[in-house]
């Protein structure tokens, strides 16, 4: 059953259309990802889901229409959106910023101890460096803060913009397989990617966008098999 439905979405920007009519499922305790190159309209279909940007059609979310809710109502539902920009407290030390990410939601904000000793046994670099600055960290360990952050908040839906954005092959591997334990503690993850194999060998499901519209749609397994996408976005092999 899926959590999360979009229906027929369209997004725009004045007279352009980033997003064409597109359908999207994120099934309970899943993965789907929403590969593509950049400009494809990836990031806005994450931003209207969650209610930052007015999209036409329709978000089901546990069985109900929640397209007329607005951010701060999805957010209280266990929508959470790591951006691309991973918008870190540099100046503030490493737990502070983790704090912060349960700061406005009362049900997280009671389990604040419990969700932190989590997220260092998950990502012991963070706890190593919990007292540090967030400004001093290499880029994938703000990129594990920014999880951990958005953790703190114990959502149910995690929407991640390009976590691997400026990483080397390597870190985006380690994150990314950080995803799927995620998973068995009951989180649902819609990862949107334009390193596709590294999404597709982590998701479950994937979807193919291209300005504006899916152009594929299928098992993540079968996508990283499939010859068209070999070409054009597998590095031919
Ligand atoms: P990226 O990986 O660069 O974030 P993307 O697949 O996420 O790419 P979007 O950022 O959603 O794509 O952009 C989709 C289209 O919408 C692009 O043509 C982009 O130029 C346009 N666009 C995005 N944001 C705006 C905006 N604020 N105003 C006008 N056009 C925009």
Request: hydrophobic residues 40%; glycine residues 10%; proline residues 4%.
């Amino acid at each position: 059953m899926a959590l999360l439905a979009i229906e027929d979405f369209s997004v725009s920007y004045g007279k352009a259309e980033a997003v064409r009519s597109v359908s999207v499922e994120v099934e309970k305790g899943r993965i789907a990802t929403v590969i593509g190159p950049n400009g494809a309209g990836k990031t806005s279909l994450l931003n209207a889901a969650i209610g930052l940007l007015p999209a036409s059609g329709r978000v089901i979310y546990d069985g109900e229409d929640i397209s007329r809710l607005d951010v701060e109502q999805r957010v209280e539902m266990g929508f959470c959106l790591v951006p691309e920009r991973r918008e870190l407290f540099g100046e503030m030390s490493v737990e502070d910023n983790l704090r912060l990410g349960a700061y406005s939601h009362r049900r997280a904000h009671a389990q604040n101890k419990r969700s932190l000793d989590e997220i260092y046994d998950r990502f012991p670099r963070l706890m190593e460096r919990r007292r540090q600055a967030a400004g001093t960290l290499s880029g994938g360990e703000r990129q594990m803060l920014a999880l951990g952050r958005a953790l703190m908040a114990r959502p149910k839906l995690l929407m991640l913009d390009e976590p691997s954005l400026g990483l080397a092959p390597l870190i985006t591997r380690e994150i990314l397989a950080t995803l799927p334990s995620l998973c068995e503690n009951g989180v649902s993850i819609l990862l949107v990617e334009q390193n596709a194999r590294a999404a597709l060998e982590t998701a479950d499901f994937g979807y193919v966008m291209e300005t504006g519209d899916i152009v594929r749609s299928g098992p993540a397994d079968a996508l990283i098999h499939d010859p068209m996408l070999i070409t054009t976005y597998l590095g031919g092999h």
